[in-house]
Nanobody, 117 residues
Framework: QVQLVESGGGSVQAGGSLRLSCTAS????????MGWFRQAPGKEREGVAT????????TYADSVKGRFTISQDNAKNTLYLQMNSLKPEDTAVYYC??????????WGQGTQVTVSS
């Protein structure tokens, strides 16, 4: 079973940057598409960014386009989310996930991101 472990969350002021990492174990690169999701208090979990299994295609939620960048290092089995120009509304628990066409196959445990104004 694939295990996903996120890191890199924390507290930052508005306008600041953070880079989230998600390390996958028991995973063969190219098996799954990968994505970042987030869930703010009292809200449903939402997709933030995705990257295709071989890394050629990325997608972003409109709310983060131009500010967030998803990438992966296949040699390290690690997924990244570079978050720039952070806003208070980006505050949430961020999860990485391995996905198939049927949906999310595996979730990480989540990492908290807090952006203060």
């Amino acid at each position: 079973q694939v295990q996903l472990v996120e890191s890199g969350g924390g507290s930052v002021q508005a306008g600041g940057s953070l880079r989230l990492s998600c390390t996958a174990s028991r995973y063969t690169y190219g098996t799954y598409s990968m994505g970042w999701f987030r869930q703010a208090p009292g809200k449903e979990r939402e997709g933030v960014a995705t990257i295709s299994a071989l890394g050629g295609v990325t997608t972003y939620a409109d709310s983060v386009k131009g500010r967030f960048t998803i990438s992966q290092d296949n040699a390290k089995n690690t997924l990244y989310l570079q978050m720039n120009s952070l806003k208070p509304e980006d505050t949430a628990v961020y999860y990485c996930a391995a996905t198939t066409r049927a949906g999310v196959k595996y979730w990480g445990q989540g990492t908290q991101v807090t952006v203060s104004s």
